[in-house]
């Protein structure tokens, strides 16, 4: 068996070698070709070019960065016709993956499977039918997210979140991070401004007026901020003058030990507030009470709010089906209102637990690893 399997960001690169590792336990002469990262190098994959060549994402770094990217999408598209592989599997990196699919499908029968299905349950609704035209099955982290892609003519196969087998901090590491950093039995409250440095920029003014107002109303409240590493500087900027003095968990200077450390303090907090994104569902994974809040530039902000489908964007709101996590969104996003939310929440017991854990639940926790799942559906579109 030949599998073409292309990824561009370090997620996508965890998700293919998971789906590569399952492959070759059921296929242990399969082989792979592709474009990805260490972990799917770790699986036998010898990539077309660095992965990182079309990591681009935002409308302006795209137009930057347009002709390389093209060119990047002409080669990879030729590479597999030129392959015939059994199958090709796009995880992923829509702008990059679903123009490859695009031409290849306009070359050749190969069958397209795309890894990540696009969040046409919050907007842009047609693009799961432009997606049709060249993808002929979808594997999909969400429970909610088949009916939209089988309603404009794809198979669609719910396979699991990877968070559901990411490890998670246990109760002595959690006490640990705590007599670790001298914080005892003192509330603790994470702040997880992002991931971008756009969004750690147009965060940085509301969550630190929140850090503010948190120190006036609780003083013993002790604020921790585990820094992604693209952006740990910028953080290490943003906190420079906040009461309080946070401790700032920053992976340029713990090394191997960052994403251990990270673990331990989501296991410890008491609160959380959070950049929206896949990070709700680290803190559910850890029954971490958490408050999400997110804003945007004017432009984006218009245009997503009148084409927004959903009322909540919280990933733990929308898999529970509560509406359990408070979150700001634009306009919404202010100090005051996100504040008072977090002192609510200190003042409650595991008001969120229920919705966290049927989260967690129905992302497959406890099931098969998604890698193997996501495996037996590719495996299953071929037969079919």
């Not at 604020?223 to 968990?249: F, H, N, R, T, Y």
């Amino acid at each position: 068996m030949q599998v073409f399997i292309t990824a561009g960001e370090p997620s996508g690169d965890r998700l293919g070698a998971a789906l590569m590792q399952g492959l070759r336990a059921m296929v242990p002469d399969v082989t792979f070709t592709g474009i990805g990262g260490d972990l799917m190098a770790a699986q036998g994959l010898q990539s077309l070019f660095p992965m990182d060549e079309i990591s681009v994402m935002g409308v302006s770094e795209i137009l930057r960065q347009y002709g390389a990217l093209k060119a990047r999408i002409r080669q990879t598209a030729d590479a597999v016709i030129a392959a015939r592989p059994d199958v090709l599997i796009t995880v992923d990196l829509p702008e990059f993956s679903l123009r490859v699919a695009k031409l290849v499908r306009a070359a050749s029968d190969i069958r397209i499977v795309h890894y990540v299905a696009p969040t046409v349950w919050a907007w842009r609704p047609g693009r799961a039918a432009k997606m049709a035209r060249h993808v002929d099955q979808v594997l999909a982290l969400l429970p909610f997210e088949p009916p939209y892609m089988e309603a404009a003519g794809m198979r669609c196969d719910f396979v699991g979140h990877p968070v559901v087998t990411e490890p998670v901090a246990s109760d002595e590491d959690a006490a640990a991070f705590r007599t670790r950093h001298g914080i005892g039995q003192t509330p603790l409250a994470l702040m997880l401004p992002g991931s971008r440095r756009s969004e750690v920029s147009r965060l940085a003014p509301v969550f630190g007026e929140v850090a503010a107002r948190l120190h006036a109303a609780r003083p013993d409240l002790r604020l921790v901020i585990p820094a992604a590493a693209p952006v740990a500087e910028m953080v290490q900027d943003m906190c420079s003058g906040w009461p309080g003095a946070p401790l700032i968990l920053d992976p340029r200077a713990l090394g191997a030990r960052a994403l251990e450390e990270k673990r331990a303090a989501f296991k410890a907090a008491d609160v959380a507030l959070a950049a929206s994104g896949t990070v709700s569902l680290e803190l559910a994974a850890t029954h971490t009470p958490m408050v999400i809040a997110y804003d945007m530039g004017w432009l984006s902000r218009q245009i997503i709010g009148r084409m927004l489908r959903v009322d909540t964007v919280t990933l733990v709101n929308l898999v529970s089906d509560t509406r359990d996590v408070p979150e700001f969104i634009g306009n919404a996003c202010r100090p005051g209102p996100i504040c008072d939310a977090l002192l609510g929440i200190l003042g409650t017991k595991d008001a969120q637990g229920a919705a966290m854990e049927r989260t967690m639940q129905k992302l497959g926790r406890g099931g098969p690893p998604p890698g193997q799942r996501a495996a037996w559906a590719v495996l299953d579109g071929l037969r079919a």
